[in-house]
């Protein structure tokens, strides 16, 4: 058998928009192969038909060198395929077992299968507690259940859709030992991912695609990333210009000595958190996965108010009690890490997902409590625009967007409003490298124009290619925020791993 998987000429159409057009691609066992492209080139389509949650409109797969159809994604974990969705398919209100417990065929005994989650989670260095409740998870550590879930039903194929997009680099470099050896044992993967840096680290050969046609098969070891880049999107990336600035205009957001107590059983505790961002700059906060970012994001938003008004300023004006709504009227606007959910309502067109964060502060589009539609799409469809968001229709639901393109939309909407002070959680998670540039120069060309942007991040990469300067928190505490022209990965990773707390006790003790 030389080849464990063929797509042979498969093409998918959805009304009018050609979604693979015509692809023929092979994979064999043990071998890791990318696919590449654009958001909304194809990708996540092909593989969704790989696992059998499409159908091709024509063509063939072969599986072991026998044509197949894979009607649904049971008969494709029976044959022995499993899959890492980008977007997680968990059941808030279940616990990690009992979530894991939903994909495993026959009978099981839950202490036992708990124990195996405990002990495989650890040995790939993807730790999970199974009796954890998923809704109190960060995005990093429901990752983590979708990745342990896969790895549990020992697939011959594994497709991972942008795995590290919410893995801190420590994490990533422990996935791509663990992808490694499941690859020297036999079992291919299928690689999606825009992060083309660890493409050319992992991969052996990669398939791109562009418009849904496949338009090279190269080894990535022998690309560079620019060059990976460049036949992603058929032309050359914008390089982004950040024109750092060494100080700051007034005071726009302020936090001072913000406390807040976890919400649930496996919430974190914010302690002490103190932080100015000033207009025309661009503060980044870096951290692991579960330290305290969904919690810190929840406070500064108006998601949670606090416990004292002052805690919080926006352009010197107390906004500790106030919710999300006030806020937004005081000129923030606010991005958070879950675009589908939280970010958009997946049943809403793009024009009524604008409404959602606008409608108590923009009269254009609500007035006298009615929705003005004509507005409301004038602003869908310059946000369209401005950040080349692919869609199949003039105003499709938010759920019918790629991922990529769903989160330049959300990003861009806020953007769009021109607000005196952005937050903005994961803001390229899932995005190409050509949206990932549009994205970042954006969040930047705001601070410039007078904006305080406060930016949540785990992309390091990404940190200081926008940042002036840079915090980082851990178990809910939050370091000193040092010019970015000051700091390292390595120094970064000290505070990761809590060194600033550490001092701060020292201190303590002393006095």
């Known amino acids: 058998m030389e080849y464990l998987l063929e797509a042979l000429n498969v093409t998918k159409i959805f009304g009018t928009l050609k979604a693979n057009d015509n692809v023929t691609l092979k994979v064999k066992p043990g071998e890791i192969h990318a696919f590449l492209g654009e958001n909304g080139a194809g990708k996540s389509t092909l593989v969704k038909m790989i696992y059998g949650a499409l159908q091709p409109t024509s063509g063939e797969f072969r599986w072991m060198g026998s044509p197949v159809t894979i009607a649904n994604p049971a008969a494709a974990r029976k044959l022995g395929i499993g899959m890492v969705f980008q977007h997680f398919s968990l059941f808030d209100a279940l616990s990690v077992a009992e979530n894991i417990a939903l994909a495993m065929p026959g009978d099981f005994d839950m202490a036992k299968l708990s124990e195996k989650i405990s002990r495989v989670s650890k040995d790939y260095g993807l730790p999970l507690?199974?009796?954890?409740?998923?809704?109190?998870?960060?995005?990093?550590?429901?990752?983590?259940?979708?990745?342990?879930?896969?790895?549990?039903?020992?697939?011959?194929?594994?497709?991972?859709?942008?795995?590290?997009?919410?893995?801190?680099?420590?994490?990533?470099?422990?996935?791509?030992?663990?992808?490694?050896?499941?690859?020297?044992?036999?079992?291919?993967?299928?690689?999606?991912?825009?992060?083309?840096?660890?493409?050319k680290r992992l991969c052996h050969n990669a398939t791109i695609?562009?418009?849904?046609?496949?338009?090279?098969?190269?080894?990535?070891?022998?690309?560079?990333?620019?060059?990976?880049?460049?036949?992603?999107?058929?032309?050359?990336?914008?390089?982004?210009?950040?024109?750092?600035?060494?100080?700051?205009?007034?005071?726009?957001?302020?936090?001072?000595?913000?406390?807040?107590?976890?919400?649930?059983?496996?919430?974190?505790?914010?302690?002490?958190i103190s932080l100015d961002v000033r207009a025309g700059e661009v503060v980044a906060i870096a951290g692991v996965a579960g330290n305290g970012q969904s919690e810190f994001f929840d406070a500064?938003?108006?998601?949670?108010?606090?416990?004292?008004?002052?805690?919080?300023?926006?352009?010197?004006?107390?906004?500790?009690?106030?919710g999300v709504n006030a806020r937004r009227n005081?000129?923030?606007?606010?991005?958070?890490?879950?675009?589908?959910?939280?970010?958009?309502?997946?049943?809403?067109?793009l024009s009524e997902n604008v409404i959602l964060t606008r409608h108590s502060s923009d009269e254009a589009l609500v007035k006298s409590g009615m929705?003005?539609?004509?507005?409301?799409?004038?602003?869908?469809?310059?946000?369209?625009?401005?950040?080349?968001?692919?869609?199949?229709?003039?105003?499709?639901?938010?759920?019918?967007?790629?991922?990529g393109n769903l989160q330049k939309f959300v990003v861009g909407r806020e953007l769009d409003r021109k607000p005196g002070v952005l937050v903005v959680n994961q803001p390229t998670w899932g995005v190409d490298a050509g949206a990932s540039a549009t994205i970042r120069q954006a969040i930047i060309d705001l601070a410039r124009q007078g904006s305080a942007v406060l930016v949540i991040s785990q992309d390091l990469d990404e940190i200081f290619e926008v940042a002036d300067r840079?915090?980082?928190?851990?178990?809910?505490?939050?370091?000193?925020?040092?010019?970015?022209?000051?700091?390292?990965?390595?120094?970064?990773?000290?505070?990761?791993?809590?060194?600033?707390?550490?001092?701060?006790?020292?201190?303590?003790?002393?006095?």
């Open 470 to 511: 840079i915090a980082v928190i851990s178990r809910g505490q939050l370091s000193e925020a040092y010019p970015s022209s000051e700091l390292s990965a390595e120094k970064i990773g000290l505070l990761m791993a809590g060194e600033h707390e550490t001092r701060e006790m020292a201190h303590a003790a002393r006095a």
């Open 371 to 403: 929705m003005q539609k004509n507005g409301a799409s004038g602003v869908s469809e310059r946000v369209i625009k401005a950040f080349d968001v692919r869609k199949g229709k003039p105003d499709p639901e938010a759920r019918a967007l790629s991922g």
């Open 300 to 322: 500064v938003s108006g998601e949670r108010s606090l416990p004292r008004d002052a805690m919080l300023l926006i352009d010197g004006k107390p906004m500790g009690y106030h």
């Open 129 to 199: 507690e199974p009796t954890a409740i998923v809704a109190d998870l960060s995005v990093g550590e429901r990752q983590r259940i979708e990745i342990v879930r896969c790895l549990l039903q020992e697939p011959k194929l594994l497709i991972m859709d942008e795995p590290t997009a919410v893995l801190t680099p420590q994490e990533a470099d422990q996935l791509f030992l663990t992808l490694g050896r499941l690859a020297r044992e036999g079992c291919a993967v299928i690689y999606i991912s825009h992060r083309l840096e660890e493409v």
């Open 330 to 349: 005081a000129g923030a606007a606010f991005v958070p890490e879950e675009r589908l959910g939280h970010g958009a309502v997946p049943g809403f067109r």
């Open 209 to 272: 695609l562009r418009h849904g046609k496949v338009v090279a098969n190269v080894d990535p070891t022998k690309e560079t990333a620019s060059s990976l880049a460049k036949l992603m999107v058929g032309g050359e990336i914008h390089v982004v210009r950040a024109a750092r600035k060494d100080k700051g205009g007034a005071v726009r957001l302020k936090l001072e000595g913000l406390n807040l107590h976890a919400d649930g059983p496996f919430a974190v505790e914010l302690k002490n």
